[in-house]
């Protein structure tokens, strides 16, 4: 019951627009990151001895921050094997050499050129940026549900977390419910 309630009032508000969200400053992400850790604590009645990140993989949570890289590459899977939406679809094109290269078959994307840092929070750059760093076994997968499943456990990105025997820094913990009342 908890655990339904906590999903329901925290989670759906990381998730809501998180997009936006996407190299936004590492302080205002570690705000959200403290109220996951607080609900992940409340769910599973711990105290502050275990470690978090444990506890989020208990749970089957990606951290804030992969949550946000897990749904711009969702959202760019979608655009891609079904053309919908049609607004995302058109931000994005495929890339193609001139010439015959071993990157031709790669199922990349062409990166938008930008004059500015803010230009590169916009779906049209993070989404290619994302995209051309999962690896090409995830990309080329022939479900929704399979590419979830193959990026969720995939350990070769940035955003996603390692599992425990090669993770070497620990998410930040230090949580407070003042915090949480803002979402």
Request: hydrophobic letters at 40%.
């Amino acid at each position: 019951m908890a655990t339904s309630i906590t999903v329901a009032l925290v989670q759906s508000r990381l998730d809501y627009a998180n997009s936006l969200l996407y190299r936004v400053s590492t302080r205002n992400i570690h705000k959200l990151q403290r109220c996951q850790n607080t609900a992940a604590r409340l769910i599973l009645q711990q105290s502050f001895t275990p470690s978090i990140q444990d506890l989020i993989n208990q749970l089957h949570w990606l951290p804030v921050q992969a949550r946000i890289d897990f749904k711009i590459a969702t959202l760019t899977y979608k655009a891609l094997s079904s053309g919908q939406p049609a607004y995302l679809r058109e931000l994005i094109s495929p890339y193609k050499p001139s010439r015959q290269l071993r990157s031709s078959d790669q199922s990349l994307l062409t990166i938008p050129r930008t004059n500015l840092t803010i230009g590169q929070r916009a779906f049209s750059w993070s989404s290619v940026f994302i995209w051309n760093s999962i690896p090409l076994s995830v990309r080329n997968a022939p479900t929704i549900s399979t590419f979830k499943r193959r990026l969720k456990h995939s350990t070769s990105l940035p955003f996603l977390p390692k599992p425990r025997h090669l993770a070497t820094a620990r998410v930040s913990d230090s949580s407070h419910p003042r915090l949480c009342s803002a979402l």
